[in-house]
Structure formats: structure tokens, C-alpha cells
């Protein structure tokens, strides 16, 4: 997933529309690698939020990169 700056209002309503919280957005799923991995509704919510932006398939890849290699197991 494309990291994209956006001001503190931004990260607020980006996050009320995953249904999360700033912090959490932050500190567990934008870590390099993700502390955490996100629910598959919570990964479409993040897609969803983007109005476009990434797709379902590059937050899989975000949490999932071996996956999205071929020939690299998983």
C-alpha cells in the first residue's frame, strides 16, 4: 500500500472511516513490518477508505508481500 502523508484532520477522518483509531493506524499497521494483522473486514474498510487509492489487493500485499511473489512461498 502507497504510504501518503496527510495532516493530523486527514489521519482522523481516514481513520473514523476504517472504523479505527489514528494510533492504531500508526502504530500497528503502517510499521514496517505491521505489528498486526488486520481482520479481512478491516482490510477491506482500509481499502474502502482510500476512495480508490489502493485496492483490496494492495492491502493484502501490504500485510502479505511473500504472497504476492511469485514463486515465493508463503
Known amino acids: 500500500m502507497p504510504e501518503?502523508?496527510?495532516t493530523p484532520y486527514q489521519n482522523e477522518a481516514f481513520a473514523d472511516?476504517?472504523?479505527t483509531s489514528p494510533a492504531y493506524i500508526q502504530?500497528?499497521?503502517m510499521a514496517?513490518?505491521?505489528r498486526k494483522i488486520p481482520r479481512p473486514d478491516l482490510m477491506r474498510a482500509l481499502a474502502d477508505a482510500t476512495d480508490g487509492a489502493c485496492t483490496f489487493q494492495d492491502v493484502l500485499e501490504h500485510f502479505?508481500?511473500?504472497a504476492a511473489r511469485?514463486?515465493?512461498a508463503a
Open 32 to 34: 514496517d513490518p505491521p
Open 70 to 72: 511469485p514463486g515465493v
Open 4 to 6: 501518503q502523508k496527510l
Open 64 to 66: 502479505y508481500p511473500d
Open 27 to 29: 502504530l500497528h499497521l
Open 17 to 19: 472511516r476504517v472504523g
